[in-house]
């Protein structure tokens, strides 16, 4: 302990490394699956049962990240006072410097760009610094899963196609929401016309999905305009055999992307438990620079937020009949 090797040793200092252990080892443990996972995204076709295989490794990385959330209230057995008892000894220690962590961020999707600390590797000495390069020239899974929902079948014919259907509902469902407003004679003007005009820049976000050279233009989605549409097709027919396993990915995504970010956000309460505003021992901004994170540094946001383009299921167009008969199970009886 490195309190103990300065002649004043610190009793919680060895709970502090514990944890941190603790938390590699799971680190190690989660990036197996990760890397698991990708691998089976990785060919030019994925078979139904190894999209079961991904879901449930999936759903193993989640149950991790909730024990790891859980794991902070062990540490926060310690006072603040108990911390600084050794923080002081730990400089310039820092979290910048667990390379599995960052090769994890990387491997799920994180671009540099993303970061609020961009220029963190410097933390990292060689040896790590080369396994986060090899994380970097890899497919991520956001890649990869984004190339497997561009190639999503089912969703038009030749005489027939979800998207033109899908619009014909939503400009229906705008402009009834704008006949509503403007029944409600108790609205006063400014707050009617202010409510319409959401209304209309909601329905022009909406067309983008329509229109390819729009959507490309767009600075605040990363999912291809391909991809999103597949996701939304998944999302709304997901009651089909054949879509099941499908939505269950998708959801475990961002299950797992939402505990990411709460491990994030959990890491800056308790940071500003110990330290209060003070600087981070490894000189970043401390748990404000965390707090940051939480929410700059989300991965799958696009396919989250596929759920603000959901429809009522009673609007949901009824599929032609050749493309629902290939979503459902086929038995031959003899």
Known sequence: MQSELNGSKAHDEMLFIIIHQAYELWFKQILVEIDSVCEIFTGDYVQENQIATAVQRIHRVNRIFELLIQQFTILETMTSLDFMDFRDFLHPASGFQSSQFRVLE?????????????????????????????????????????????????????????????????????????????????????????????????????DSLFDKSKYDQLTDRRLSHRATLAAIFISLYRDYPLLQLPFRLLDAIIEMDENFTLWRYRHSIMTSRMIGARIGTGGSSGSDYLAKTSMQQRIFADIKNIAGMLIPRRTIPNLPTEISEKLKFAFELR
């Open 106 to 206: 990387t491997r799920l999707g994180l671009q540099n760009s993303q970061r609020v600390n961009p220029t963190f590797i410097k933390n990292l000495d060689s040896k790590d610094a080369e396994k986060l390069q090899r994380a970097i020239d890899a497919p991520s899974l956001f890649t990869l899963v984004e190339k497997w929902l561009e190639k999503m079948p089912f969703q038009e014919t030749e005489n027939w196609a979800f998207w033109k259907e899908y619009q014909n509902v939503l400009h229906v469902t705008f402009e009834k929401d704008r006949q509503d407003l403007k029944n409600n004679p108790h609205i006063p003007v400014e707050e009617l016309e202010l409510s319409l005009s959401r209304i209309n820049m909601m329905e022009q976000g909406f």
